[in-house]
């Protein structure tokens, strides 16, 4: 059974590899989905895979990449999308 979630990751979170390393994170997780660095210098995305995949990957962007500085990570359920295969950057 699939999970979806909605993200929005706070702090300083943009110029710092944020979105290469979130997806580099989805793809180890097998999750699909994508992000994109906000006009307010947060970095929001939807994220869909196994609950425990989810769980991981929802820990690995709290923590973010070295130069990261992540202060808060909201999430909030969301419906599961079919046939999505690919965890993609959006610009």
Known sequence: ???????????????????NFTQREATKLNVTGWCL?????KVE???????EAIKQFLKA???GPTH????QLDK????????E???HIRH
């Not at 660095?37 to 210098?41: D, G, I, S």
């Not at 995305?45 to 609950?51: L, R, Y």
């Open 45 to 51: 995305g939807e994220a869909q895979g196994s609950p």
């Open 37 to 41: 660095n906000t006009p307010n210098e």
């Open 85 to 87: 295969t690919q965890f």
């Open 68 to 71: 990261a500085r992540v202060v």
């Open 1 to 19: 059974m699939s999970q979806r979630i909605y993200f929005l990751v706070h702090g300083r979170v943009q110029g710092v590899n944020f979105r």
């Open 76 to 83: 909030e359920d969301r419906e599961p999308i079919e046939g």
């Open 61 to 63: 962007i709290d923590e």
